[in-house]
């Protein structure tokens, strides 16, 4: 089974600093793989354990080309990387994303599966895996939490919100997964050091027939922080009516109903 699974490289969100003005800085911030993206890899690498072949792809700007972010995905069990590096994707949205991934996935045909984590770290707005799929033209799931592979289909669990649905799907599909699939492991001194000599295939836009003019739509104009506002910390007693009426009131009171 050829897997790809793809990965969104962003900044630590921890690394985020808010200026006076409130705008925000990003120029400390590491970058580092996506959160929800790491359980991806982790499914991905399970699953080409039993027999199969992973390749990582990213798409981003001239940053994801560092050294120490290549390393630290192809630890986590990737056989490979694919990169596409282009600054006109810095700000792209997740309509721009997909039509890159999808381009770059059918260079990389043939592909069995495609994963991704259930929404990036940076914006999450859980589209991504659902767009590519559909670009691909093949079956796209969200909300997997379980995979299992027999006789060569896919029995898949989507955690719904009052279910669990279960699902057999046929090859070649897009998942999007939840974090509850599994709990990625942290790659041991012999997954570190055997990651330096894994390939890493570099592309740009053009590489991929695409150029960056018709693919990006996206101006950021400014980007700030919400102000920050002393809580009231108001305390509602009395029975459950009683207290719903006088918060009523005092969000009337506020202007805020």
């Not at 900044?11 to 996506?34: F, M, Y």
């Not at 694919?82 to 997909?98: E, H, K, M």
């Amino acid at each position: 089974m050829n897997i790809v699974v793809c990965c969104k490289l962003a900044p630590d969100a921890a690394d985020i600093e808010v200026n006076k003005d409130g705008s925000i800085s990003l120029e400390r911030a590491e970058w580092r793989i996506g959160s929800f993206d790491l359980h991806a890899v982790e499914a991905g690498a399970r699953l080409a354990a039993g027999g199969g072949n992973l390749l990582a792809l990213c798409a981003g700007p001239t940053r994801i080309s560092q050294s120490k972010l290549k390393k630290d995905l192809l630890s986590r069990g990737p056989d490979e990387l694919y990169l596409v590096v282009d600054d006109a994707l810095a700000y792209a949205d997740t309509a721009a994303t997909s039509a890159v991934l999808a381009q770059a996935i059918r260079k990389l045909a043939p592909v069995d599966l495609v994963l991704f984590g259930e929404g990036s770290a940076d914006l999450y707005f859980q589209q991504t895996g659902l767009q590519v799929g559909e670009r691909l033209g093949i079956p796209s799931l969200n909300a997997v939490s379980k995979i299992e592979v027999e006789d060569g289909r896919l029995v898949v669990e989507r955690s719904l919100e009052c279910e669990v649905e279960v699902l057999e799907v046929g090859t070649p599909a897009a998942l999007s997964l939840t974090t509850d699939i599994n709990q990625p492991r942290l790659p041991g001194l012999k997954d570190i050091l055997g990651a330096g000599k894994k390939p890493v295939h570099e592309w740009s836009l053009a590489d991929i027939g695409m150029s960056a003019a018709p693919v990006i739509h996206v101006e950021v104009i400014e980007t700030r922080a919400p102000r920050r506002k002393q809580r009231k910390q108001t305390m509602l007693s009395g029975k459950a009516q009683e207290a719903a009426r006088a918060l009523v009131d005092a969000l009337v009171g506020e202007g805020l109903v």
